[in-house]
């Protein structure tokens, strides 16, 4: 297999050469068509010769860390942006708002929620409202897990959160967890009142 030459200090000895994900040099020209510059204007900007920037466009040369470098700055974009394309689905515009006190009841005997943003699917998060009726540890036959993440938000009251590896810990209004949700967890209230919270399950 023919390797591709490198760019500059960019050397199979050099500690600082870059290697790129695929389709780079396809990102960079797309990058640069939708700011409506030619290649000379991206060679001002980022003081890359014109002729390496046609090559790393056509995916002839691999750009050193330098250079990457350069062409964040001049291209006036954050590292990410340069190797992540923005998907369609990121751009489609969904909105969906739940009016207090209207969202998709899912009662339990233990946790009283709300599922809010409802309407959206294939969403990449689980926002829902909950009353803690839970009033000790004990009403759970077993631990809540699942895969994700999750982060809770005491809304108001007071509740304990218990999870596998670590002490139970009190958290009132205003305080938040967030954990790895495939670890065993369960909340409970402890104020007079059943404590509501936020709870969002990153999937």
Known sequence: MVSRPSLETATASDPDQF????????????????KGWTLEEVSKRTGIARSTL???????VSPSFAIVQKLIHGLEMELPQLFVETKEHSIAG?????????????????YEHELLGFSISRKKMVPFKTIVRARSFDEFKEWVRH?????????????????????????????SVYYDAAMGHIVVSTSAVDAQILWVVAR
């Open 19 to 34: 290697v790129e994900p695929l389709e780079l040099g396809k990102r960079v020209k797309a990058i640069r068509l939708t």
């Open 54 to 60: 046609s090559k790393i466009e056509n995916d002839q």
């Open 94 to 110: 969904r909105r969906d708002i739940t009016k207090a006190g209207q969202g998709e009841p899912h009662p339990t005997a233990t």
């Open 147 to 175: 895969d994700g993440e999750e982060f809770l938000l005491v809304l108001s009251g007071s509740v304990t959160f218990f999870s596998e590896f670590y002490e139970p810990v009190e958290l009132s209004e205003g305080d």
